[in-house]
């Protein structure tokens, strides 16, 4: 079983403020990511990492940001939330591919369901 | 065209049948195949993989590859209620070793 931890599961959170979803991961993987998904939708790409200091935008625009000091450890952070961001947000992490071109498995963690006021 | 696609559903099939699931992608370079089960307001978890050509078993379920034909199916056999989830079908793109793309995901309902 994958051990991907996500903090808070459920934030609400008036429009303006400054939040921090936090993701750590225990199995050592070097990428990490963040989706973004709401209700009966598709999963987007918002953030990846391939290992510390490194992060990239990905696929669907987002206004939040993403750092990665630490192998186990990739938050996002939204300066200033709108009614716009509200949504889930999962992150996920897989190891390095079993050869070159392929890719190994994602384990999601279990999400935080942000609601903006 | 998407790159990966998936009918949305909800395919509907009674407790105790087949349920077979499609997937088609666009990048005939793609070598890494997965499906994801997700049930409402949770998070996906991997059902399988499948990177060679074929088919792939694993316990009721059977992951099916075609890369002539860029598409790839699950089956689900002796489906039950509890199998009533949204199945994403994702997909590693040749040159983009480290990112996954998904399908809209396909909706299904096992009737009792």
């Known amino acids: 079983e994958a051990d991907i931890y996500q903090t808070p599961r459920y934030l609400v959170i008036g429009t303006g403020k400054k939040i921090t979803l936090e993701c750590s991961q225990t199995?050592?993987?070097?990428?990490m990511y963040w989706y973004q998904q709401d209700p009966g939708m598709e999963l987007h790409l918002i953030h990846y990492s391939y290992g510390v200091n490194s992060t990239e935008k990905g696929d669907l625009s987002s206004e939040s940001t993403v750092s990665r000091i630490r192998t186990e450890h990739f938050p996002l952070t939204l300066e200033s939330a709108r009614p716009s961001h509200t949504s889930q947000y999962l992150c996920?992490?897989?190891?390095?591919?079993?050869?070159?071109?392929?890719?190994?498995?994602?384990?999601f963690g279990p999400g935080t369901r942000l609601t903006v006021l | 065209q998407k790159e990966v696609e998936q009918n949305s559903g909800p395919l509907s099939v009674p407790e105790g049948a087949i349920a077979s699931l499609n997937c088609t992608y666009s990048d005939r370079g793609s070598q890494s195949f997965f499906w994801y089960r997700q049930y409402s307001g949770k998070s996906p978890e991997l059902i399988m993989f499948?990177?060679?050509?074929g088919d792939k078993e694993d316990g009721r379920f059977t992951a099916q590859l075609n890369k002539a034909s860029q598409y790839v199916s699950l089956l689900i056999r002796d489906s039950q209620p509890s199998d009533s989830a949204t199945y994403l079908c994702a997909v590693n793109l040749s040159g983009n070793t480290g990112k996954l793309i998904f399908g809209q995901g396909t909706t299904l309902q096992v009737k009792p």
């Open positions: 996920a992490s897989s190891e390095k591919p079993r050869w070159s071109g392929g890719m190994n498995e994602q384990f």
């Open positions: 199995m050592g993987h070097d990428k």
């Open positions: 499948i990177y060679s050509n």
